[in-house]
């Protein structure tokens, strides 16, 4: 399993507990994502408050499909994030992104991301 790079922008509301914020991301199309779901869902986001200053970076869980490249993009990665039971506001669960919008560890000391 690897982390897709997000920013969590805001907090959506306290219920259900223990709270729910907004995440989102641009795909390898320019096309911007975004999910609701409970802070812990994701990953690096120990710092998720209702007072917290967004945008946060976190990681979202995810299964990678497929690798290649599209006639718009070179060095892609399609995925699932349905291991979380996440899906976008337009329900969708699966998305293309730059490969290095991924990462494979999780450092929460950098918020998720391996140190470059």
């Known amino acids: 399993m690897v982390l897709l790079r997000c920013e969590a922008v ?13 995440v989102r991301f641009t795909d390898a199309h320019h096309e911007q994502w975004a999910f609701i779901d409970k802070w812990p869902i994701f990953s690096g986001g120990d710092d998720l408050a209702p007072d917290s200053h967004y945008p946060v970076e976190v990681g979202v869980h995810c299964d990678v499909l497929t690798t290649g490249n599209t006639a718009d993009t070179s060095d892609t990665v399609r995925f699932s994030v349905t291991p979380w039971g996440l899906e976008s506001f337009e329900r969708r669960v699966e998305f293309e992104v730059r490969a ?12 998720g991301y391996p140190i470059e």
Do not use: F, K, M, Y
């Not at 805001?10 to 907004?22: A, F, I, K, Q, S």
């Not at 290095?100 to 918020?111: I, K, M, W, Y």
């Open 100 to 111: 290095d919008q991924l990462t494979s560890s999780c450092n929460t000391a950098n918020h």
């Open 10 to 22: 805001r907090w959506v509301d306290d219920e259900p507990h223990p709270g729910l914020v907004e």
